[in-house]
Structure formats: structure tokens, C-alpha cells
């Protein structure tokens, strides 16, 4: 089906709400951003008016067990941000504000992108998943990446800009900027349309 820029065929969309975790959007997390707190409400509006027209809806967790890092040789978040969203912690867990017992699908992940070395693109595949709307936090790290990892593997990837979390508005501007210049789109909780 033919789709213009914000209109979404609900059997072929999925919503990907990335890493709305306590250690991100509580203000007791251990990477708390009060702007990752404030998505909370718009990424919940998104994936309910989603799961009401029908489309998937998938959440993905950041979760790192504890020895995750040790004997890395480059790729150490542990090193970057501190330790954050270990395995089996309250700071892994979803926001308790989201509808997250009606999910389609929760995909644990162990990097900035959601399809590296998880199984949500054969989730999605054999669902018959074409299109993404991309949200939650942060926007420059985990959703610019799986977004743009979505891309490279032919989904339409559109990063829902009022529906993320950031640490400065720097840092959301240059997601969706990023996101709308090299390998997806972008559009606002308003623009999107599911028919």
C-alpha cells in the first residue's frame, strides 16, 4: 500500500518504543534525563493509539549483565556512562506508566541498537513489518541507532520527534535532523495516521 508521509497501514507498522526504563525516565535511575521523564506521556499516547488501530507495538529493554564489558577491547558503555541498566536491577525495568502489558513484543538488547544480535527483525519480519515509528530515549544514542539500523534493513524507519527523550535539546534537534536527512523520516504524534 502507498502511504504518504504520516499515514501508516496498522498491519504493516510497528511502533518501537526504545528503552523507557526506570534508569533513563526515573528521577532515581542511574542515567536520569528529566527530558527522557517527560516522553513518557507521549510515547504512552503513541503506542496506545497504535495498539487501538491494530499496529504492533514492540518495546525494547537496555540490559547489561554485569561482566558484560570486562575484557573489551573498544565498545565499553560501562566506561562511557557508568554502570547503568544492569541485568536483574529495579534501573533495567519499564517505566511502571506505559502499557506495557499490552505489548506485541519486548526485545532485551545489550547495545545502543536494537537489532544488533537480538531477534526483532525476524520478530518483525514474519509479522510482515515494513514500517517503524521510532521513539523514546535517548534520542542521539539508542533510537538515532536503532532507527538507523532499521534503515539499512529496508524498514521505514520515522522517528516520532515529540515522543523522545534526550539529555539537551541539542542533542534532540540533531537526532531528527540526523534521521531526516540520511535514512528516514520524521513526523509528530499529530501528522501520524493509521488507516
Known sequence: MDTD???????????????????????????????SEAAIDPVRTLAERAGD???????????????????????????????????????????????TAEADHVVEKHTYDAFHDTELEGWLDARGVDDLLVCGTLANVCVLHTAGSAGLRDYRPVVVEDALGYITEEHREYAVEHADWLFGETATLAEIEFA
Open 5 to 35: 508521509a504520516t499515514e501508516f497501514d496498522p498491519d504493516r507498522t510497528a511502533v518501537v518504543v526504545v528503552d523507557m526504563q526506570n534508569g533513563f525516565c526515573h528521577p532515581d535511575g542511574s542515567l536520569y534525563a528529566e527530558p
Open 53 to 99: 488501530a491494530g499496529a504492533r507495538v514492540v518495546y525494547t529493554r537496555d540490559v547489561h549483565p554485569p561482566e558484560q564489558f570486562d575484557g573489551a577491547h573498544y565498545y565499553d558503555e560501562f566506561d562511557r556512562w557508568g554502570e547503568h541498566v544492569v541485568e536483574g536491577s529495579w534501573d533495567a525495568e519499564l517505566v511502571d506508566n506505559l502499557p
